[in-house]
């Protein structure tokens, strides 16, 4: 088995992956098992970006989302209790929706990679070096992500303190 065949099979073993899993995730009934879910996608995801050499972005899915954001999530389920009150059962109105809207979208989505041609990518380069990184993550300039990052901290310390909050009324 070639190179190419072996990347090939490992792609399509990983999307396979992150399809089956990202079903598992939004129609399970129990809420741990669909953060366990996800953090198979996650893991996923990240596996398809260090496939394609993107190591950097592979290491900052790891530990960001499959570490952090899991973890968020898990401690956010246990802290909090259900209310078994307001517990509802979708209607077959709403059902019928989602299907009708799910299937508009994947026809969407066939018929745009249907109609057009993607070619491969002219980006020859493989590692971009680490002071390129550190200045496009730290700048305040068009392309550069320091804004962008500090927003996301405030947002998600923001949910962290209402989790706390939350937790501590009951």
């Known amino acids: 088995m070639s ?12 999307a396979t992956v992150i399809v089956v899993f990202s ?4 129609t ?5 098992r669909s953060a366990t ?25 790891l530990t960001i989302y499959a570490g952090g954001i899991i973890i968020l999530y898990v401690f956010s389920i246990l802290l909090t209790t259900p209310d078994k ?24 989505c066939v018929y745009i990679t249907l109609m057009h041609s993607f070619g491969p990518s002219r980006f020859v380069g493989g590692e971009i070096n680490q002071k390129v990184i550190g200045t496009a993550l730290m700048g305040t300039e068009k392309y550069q992500y320091l804004l962008p990052f500090e927003v996301i901290s405030v947002l998600l310390l923001t949910c962290i303190i209402g989790g706390i909050m939350i937790a501590r009324k009951r």
């Open 3 to 14: 190179t190419a065949e072996l990347q090939e099979t490992v792609f399509f073993i990983l």
């Open 85 to 108: 009150s307001k517990v509802s059962r979708l209607k077959n109105s709403k059902m019928f929706a989602g299907l009708i809207t799910a299937l508009a979208g994947t026809a969407i």
């Open 28 to 32: 399970t009934n129990r809420i741990l």
């Open 23 to 26: 079903i598992l995730t939004v």
């Open 37 to 61: 879910y996800l953090l198979f996608v996650l893991f996923a995801t990240a596996g398809i970006y260090f496939q394609l050499e993107y190591s950097f972005l592979g290491a900052v899915q």
